[in-house]
């Protein structure tokens, strides 16, 4: 046996070791995302959970962090300074956390490096080298603190936000004549690696930043970027991935997400900060605000096309007035197709029909509709054996959760007040 079969062979069976593990693991920390399904399994025949109060699970001693749970929903928020944020998520989080680095790099990662014949850490760690320049130093803060109260190594934590995203998606956004009422109404659907469980950590994250847009993200536990998001300005947005893996001098896309969530107030600025922001690889978006402004863009480091609302382009079928949609293959099609049948008569349940397969695909991680006026998001999740697209959606709502976190707050401060005048 040569050297170079030796090592496909002890790398094979690393990697069959590695998921062996985490299929006991994810017995246990993975019941989040089960846990979800199954509470909401008695609304799975129209889809949509009825509204229920939040529950309050814990809080930081400092009140930075909150975290909460809302029809079997996960939520967290953070706010504060990037110390206090990163610090806050990576205690009330830290089980969570742990899991999803281990899931991403040590568990993806392994089955990467046997496929690629080259070791995942050492490509991650180019990632870091030339990403780097590009990211705000209050991005390194925070994920340093969340790495410290998660007892983590930074490097596992800035690795696993830093994590090539290679997935196939759709996002659709609609307003005026297609929607039912003229609200915009915007739908992004994630198809991505299922199989791995990361349905269990996932989490409704709230981050209110210090002087910064307060914005939702249907996220991931230790993740601080984003894929699709909401801010208080009535901004939101959906990412599909694209080609050019390899081209890693910019920001990395979920941080540039992040930037726009915490800086825009209307489609435009979103628009110009992506032009004008050193960007890495291909990436597609779909970018909506509470004016109705519609946007479908193509980002690659050289250069950003933007489409406008039933604006036509030969590599999509066809595109219905006041529509934006991304999407590939039949699935794009079917996407056309659907959004036409359903024309004028769109609303939330029409939306979450318009979304389903083929138009989401297996893998299909999550799903969220958003309504920027409202500020409005309907999450559903993937399940342990299906795809988010088959199981229930829970309405979660921004001013809704910030009022909750302020309540909070401010019980907190009475009773610390009250104990403070006691003898």
């Given amino acids: 046996m040569t050297v170079l079969a030796m090592c496909r062979t002890r790398r094979f069976l690393l990697v069959l070791a590695i998921l062996g593990w985490f299929t006991l693991v994810s017995a246990s920390l993975g019941r989040t995302g089960e846990s979800s399904a199954t509470e909401a399994s008695a609304a799975r025949g129209d889809r949509v959970v009825p509204r229920q109060a939040y529950q309050l699970l814990r809080m930081t001693p400092d009140g930075h962090g909150l975290l909460a749970r809302h029809e079997g929903k996960v939520i967290l928020v953070v706010r504060g300074t990037p110390e206090e944020m990163g610090k806050a998520h990576g205690?009330?989080?830290?089980?969570?956390?742990?899991?999803?680095?281990?899931?991403?790099?040590?568990?993806?990662?392994?089955?990467?490096?046997?496929?690629?014949?080259?070791?995942?850490?050492?490509?991650?760690?180019?990632?870091?080298?030339?990403?780097?320049?590009?990211?705000?130093?209050?991005?390194?803060?925070?994920?340093?603190?969340?790495?410290?109260?998660?007892?983590?190594?930074?490097?596992?934590?800035?690795?696993?936000?830093?994590?090539?995203?290679?997935?196939?998606?759709?996002?659709?956004?609609?307003?005026?004549?297609?929607?039912?009422?003229?609200?915009?109404?915007?739908?992004?659907?994630?198809?991505?690696?299922?199989?791995?469980?990361?349905?269990?950590?996932?989490?409704?994250?709230?981050?209110?930043?210090?002087?910064?847009?307060?914005?939702?993200s249907a996220g991931y536990s230790g993740l601080i970027g984003t894929v699709t998001a909401m801010n208080e300005k009535g901004v939101a947005v959906g990412e599909m991935g694209g080609r050019g893996e390899g081209d890693w001098d910019g920001m990395p896309m979920t941080l540039l997400l992040r930037e726009i969530m915490e800086r825009a107030g209307t489609v435009q600025e979103a628009i110009e900060i992506l032009k004008t922001t050193p960007r890495t690889c291909e990436?597609?978006?779909?970018?909506?605000?509470?004016?109705?402004?519609?946007?479908?863009?193509?980002?690659?480091?050289?250069?950003?096309?933007?489409?406008?609302?039933?604006?036509?382009?030969?590599?999509?079928?066809?595109?219905?007035?006041?529509?934006?949609?991304?999407?590939?293959?039949?699935?794009?099609?079917?996407?056309?197709?659907?959004?036409?049948?359903?024309?004028?008569?769109?609303?939330?349940?029409a939306m979450i029909e318009i979304i389903k397969r083929p138009v989401a695909m297996s893998s299909n991680l999550h799903n969220a509709i958003m309504l920027p006026e409202l500020r409005e998001m309907w999450v559903a999740d993937a399940g342990q054996t299906t795809p988010a697209c088959d199981e229930p959606y829970v309405r979660v709502n921004l001013q809704e959760i910030l009022d909750f976190y302020w309540q909070m707050i401010s019980s907190r401060d009475v009773q610390k007040d009250l104990k403070a005048t006691q003898p």
């Fill in 91 to 216: 205690s009330l989080l830290a089980p969570q956390i742990r899991y999803l680095v281990d899931r991403v790099l040590y568990g993806v990662g392994a089955v990467d490096s046997v496929q690629t014949g080259i070791w995942f850490l050492d490509q991650m760690d180019e990632i870091h080298r030339r990403t780097r320049p590009f990211i705000p130093e209050r991005f390194f803060v925070e994920m340093g603190a969340l790495a410290k109260a998660a007892g983590l190594s930074q490097r596992d934590v800035r690795y696993a936000n830093l994590f090539p995203e290679r997935f196939h998606c759709s996002g659709v956004a609609v307003r005026g004549k297609a929607s039912q009422n003229g609200r915009v109404i915007h739908a992004r659907v994630l198809d991505y690696m299922r199989d791995i469980n990361l349905q269990g950590c996932a989490t409704i994250q709230v981050f209110v930043p210090e002087g910064r847009n307060a914005w939702i």
């Fill in 283 to 349: 990436y597609y978006y779909v970018l909506s605000d509470k004016t109705g402004d519609l946007a479908a863009i193509r980002a690659v480091p050289q250069e950003v096309l933007v489409l406008r609302p039933g604006e036509q382009h030969p590599l999509l079928p066809y595109v219905p007035e006041d529509t934006v949609f991304i999407s590939a293959d039949e699935r794009a099609k079917t996407l056309s197709q659907r959004l036409q049948l359903f024309y004028g008569k769109i609303d939330v349940p």
